[in-house]
């Protein structure tokens, strides 16, 4: 109990009370429902300890980059009930250590990937197609250009259902070329959705610890946050 009485909240309960309501901030000032939106924490580099404070302050949703660090973690939390999100690039080889954990793909680029999904899954698997908005040379994903065509080549592949797209917003850029990344998303989404009615394209996986506000605004549907909420890495 603090001096005043009060039980003293821990580090992490003071980030992520202050990240929820500007989180709610962003949605009410662009005139979208709360509900809407997913926040994803973001634990890489974190130890399972911190996975499991932030599951008692309520957050069902994790996500991770590396698959051994994301099995890893998964093995010491296996007691809890929550959702799994990879978020970094999967080798074609890690397919099957990843599968039995997954929850949403963030990542997928390519068809060899999804044929390996495909042929690996023992249930249906739920995947976002990242899209390179940026045309930065580091940063994978498809490009823009290539889009329909992987969605095309995505037809048919059995267990493998895709649920909208991902991308990463130019690291450390202005609020324009941020916007301009989220912006390009949301339209080739909205593209897509146009011209292949029959699939559900809902999800824009899109905003990170210094730019979510402005995915909210740009139509995010999942906000993937790490530093705001364990802290610096
Ligand atoms: C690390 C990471 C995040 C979270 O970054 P923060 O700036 O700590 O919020 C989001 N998305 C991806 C793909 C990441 O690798």
Do not use: Y
């Not at 044929?115 to 940063?139: D, G, Y």
Request: some cysteine.
């Amino acid at each position: 109990m603090g001096a005043d009485g009060r039980k003293e909240m821990t580090a992490m309960q003071e980030a992520l009370e202050a990240l929820r309501d500007e989180i709610e901030a962003a949605c009410a000032g662009t005139g979208r429902s709360r509900e809407e939106v997913t926040l994803i924490a973001v634990s890489k580099t974190f130890p399972a300890a911190a996975i499991r404070e932030a599951h008692e302050l309520g957050l069902r949703d994790f996500g991770e980059n590396r698959v051994q660090e994301l099995t890893a973690k998964a093995e010491d939390l296996r007691d809890l009930e929550f959702r799994w999100h990879l978020i970094g690039p999967l080798q074609t080889n890690k397919v099957r250590a990843i599968l039995p954990h997954l929850g949403l793909l963030h990542s997928l680029d390519r068809i060899d990937l999804a044929r390996e999904i495909s042929r690996r899954a023992v249930r249906p698997i739920e995947a976002l197609i990242q899209v390179n908005t940026t045309a930065e040379k580091s940063k994978s994903g498809v490009e823009p250009e290539g889009l329909a065509a992987l969605l095309d080549a995505l037809e048919g592949i059995p267990s493998l259902t895709v649920r909208g797209l991902m991308t990463i917003g130019p690291l450390g850029g202005d609020e324009r070329s941020v916007r301009t990344a989220f912006a390009t998303l949301r339209s080739l989404r909205e593209r897509e959705q146009a011209r292949r009615p029959e699939l559900d394209l809902a999800a824009l996986s899109m905003g990170m610890s210094g730019d979510f506000a402005w995915a909210i605004a740009e139509g995010a549907t999942h906000l993937r946050i790490g530093s705001r909420i364990f802290g610096r890495r």
